[in-house]
């Protein structure tokens, strides 16, 4: 079974850029997977920032983005702020009816 | 303005069934969307359950092998879910959301509740 990967957590320090990257355990992630992002801060709910690879979310700043690079999907976040500690989600639609989420990022910002 | 409130028992016994409901109002739930049961387990990432439309179509996630059932009440405005044969890994935060189809994803989210599995 296809596993969606992301990296378990990642620092950065304010005003910096990060990059988290969203995988497939077999294959490549395309646009045809629809990749989505959420954010989602202790005790609140998840909030989409990216769809359909790299379209924002109404009300989600420009700092942040979503692409396609190499053979995964990516969100970064330029200009990191303190606000931006949180965990981050991909999420794929792996056909057939089928979403799968990563494991999600924990961010820390230093 | 969109909304998504659940509601349910907090707490259930293990082997039982979990029931959840989600009320939407702000929108028809006989839009072009389907609704969708997303839970977070302590510790752990976000989980797809499962997703509905209103017009009887319905798809699971494999893995929860047969014991979800999805079902939507449109004159309510209202869907559910029914997790049966439930224990201790079904402990979880549980959300509905909305399922944008042409997007493939999870624009608007209900609160979370809490339901734990006893033994």
């Known amino acids: 079974q296809t596993v969606v990967t992301q990296e378990p957590s990642f620092s950065v320090s304010p005003g910096g850029t990060v990059t988290l990257t969203c995988g497939l355990t077999s294959g490549s992630v395309s646009s045809n997977h629809y990749p989505s992002w959420y954010q989602q801060t202790p005790g609140q709910t998840p909030r989409r920032l990216i769809y359909s690879t790299h379209y924002h979310s109404s009300g989600v700043p420009d700092r942040f983005s979503g692409s396609i690079l190499g053979n995964k999907a990516a969100l970064t976040i330029t200009g990191v702020q303190a606000e931006d500690e949180s965990d981050y989600f991909c999420m794929l639609f792996m056909g057939s009816g089928n979403w799968v989420f990563g494991g999600g990022t924990k961010l820390t910002v230093l | 303005q969109v909304q998504l409130q659940a509601s349910g028992p907090g707490l259930v016994r293990a082997s039982e069934t979990l029931s959840r409901t989600c009320s939407v109002s702000?929108?028809?739930?006989?839009?072009?969307?389907?609704w969708a049961w997303i839970r977070r387990p302590p510790g752990k990432g976000l989980e797809w359950i499962g997703s509905?439309?209103?017009?009887?179509?319905?798809f699971y996630n494999p893995s929860l092998k047969g014991r979800v059932s999805l079902s939507i009440e449109t004159t309510r405005h209202e869907f559910s879910l029914r997790l049966s044969s439930v224990t201790a890994a079904d402990t979880a935060l549980y959300y509905c959301?909305?399922?944008?189809?042409?997007?493939?994803?999870?624009?608007?989210w209900g609160q979370g509740a809490l339901v734990t599995v006893s033994s």
């Open positions: 959301a909305r399922l944008v189809p042409a997007a493939h994803s999870y624009d608007r």
């Open positions: 509905v439309h209103h017009s009887g179509s319905a």
């Open positions: 702000g929108v028809s739930i006989s839009s072009d969307y389907y």
